[in-house]
Nanobody, 123 residues
Framework: QVQLVESGGGSVQAGGSLRLSCLGS????????MGWFRQAPGKEREGVAL????????RYADSVKGRFTISQDNAKNTLYLQMNSLKPEDSAMYYC????????????????WGQGTQVTVSS
């Protein structure tokens, strides 16, 4: 069983930065693929950034390219999401997720989820 715990959310003004953390149990074992997703009220959950933790290959949603960076620290069993130049439309609950099924933005392919951390960006 993989357990994921997010932290680092908060309230910032537009243009500000936040770094989210996802502490995982059994991080260095399967599942190999991890990602950050977000869900705003009334909207579907969407993928933001993905990482193959073995190769460190990454993928980003077009809406966050150039502003968000996903990274990992294997020694700390932690996945990060550095978010810069935040916009009000980035406001959402952010979730960390993991899967063995491949590097995909499809939420249905992820079988491990954290509880989420709230990010609020004010204009």
């Amino acid at each position: 069983q993989v357990q994921l715990v997010e932290s680092g959310g908060g309230s910032v003004q537009a243009g500000g930065s936040l770094r989210l953390s996802c502490l995982g149990s059994r991080y260095t074992q399967n599942p190999r693929y991890m990602g950050w997703f977000r869900q705003a009220p009334g909207k579907e959950r969407e993928g933001v950034a993905l990482m193959n933790t073995a190769s460190q290959y990454t993928r980003y949603a077009d809406s966050v390219k150039g502003r968000f960076t996903i990274s990992q620290d294997n020694a700390k069993n932690t996945l990060y999401l550095q978010m810069n130049s935040l916009k009000p439309e980035d406001s959402a609950m952010y979730y960390c997720a993991a899967t063995s099924r491949g590097l995909t933005f499809s939420t249905s392919q992820y079988n491990y989820w954290g509880q989420g951390t709230q990010v609020t960006v004010s204009s």
